[in-house]
């Protein structure tokens, strides 16, 4: 797996101080996409163990609420186990965080996925340009979904995530 950044102290990507791995490859091609240099799975840089390292270097802050996975798309079918990995390594270490992912993947075509019992909340959907609104809290497009993921596996619907206290455990 490749990835184009790590953001740190970031505010955007999910609830609380986040730290944001940007990962590489995307199939979906959104029109309008704020991200296409992430499209190539091979662009930026290979996810190595230094990499790894600065993302538990950040999430051992306090004040970092967890991890937002995003791109490209984490769950493009080449990042898949890596991510998967990466997800249940960081589960382990740093149970208290939260864990966030954005993709362009339906729910319902990614719902058996190993990494959503990590996950806490996903942003599902692809991007459609002509739904944007800059005011739409987490996610880009009026199309895209903001979901609980641990409340959505329970209930075997879709529950859409309403702020922190419907995320713990």
């Not at 959104?30 to 662009?43: E, F, M, P, V, Y």
């Not at 895209?144 to 209930?155: C, P, Y």
Request: aromatic content about 10%; charged content about 30%; some cysteine.
């Amino acid at each position: 797996m490749h990835y184009h950044n790590i953001t740190k102290d970031d505010m955007l990507n999910g609830e609380g101080l986040r730290t944001v791995l940007w990962v590489s490859g995307c199939s979906h091609r959104c029109k309008g996409c704020h991200n296409q240099i992430t499209w190539d799975a091979k662009s930026g840089l290979e996810f190595d163990q230094a990499a790894k390292e600065e993302l538990f270097e950040q999430l051992q802050k306090d004040y970092i609420s967890g991890i937002t996975y995003s791109g490209g798309d984490p769950l493009y079918p080449g990042n898949r186990q890596v991510i998967t990995e990466l997800a249940e390594e960081i589960k382990k270490r740093f149970p208290q965080k939260s864990q966030w992912l954005y993709t362009g993947f339906l729910w319902d075509q990614i719902k058996t996925l190993p990494i959503l019992a990590c996950i806490d909340v996903l942003v599902d959907g692809k991007f459609e340009e002509e739904k944007k609104d800059a005011k739409l809290h987490w996610k880009g497009s009026s199309n895209q979904r903001v979901i609980d993921v641990k409340r959505s596996l329970k209930d075997g619907k879709i529950q859409l995530y309403e702020g922190e206290a419907t995320c713990k455990e």
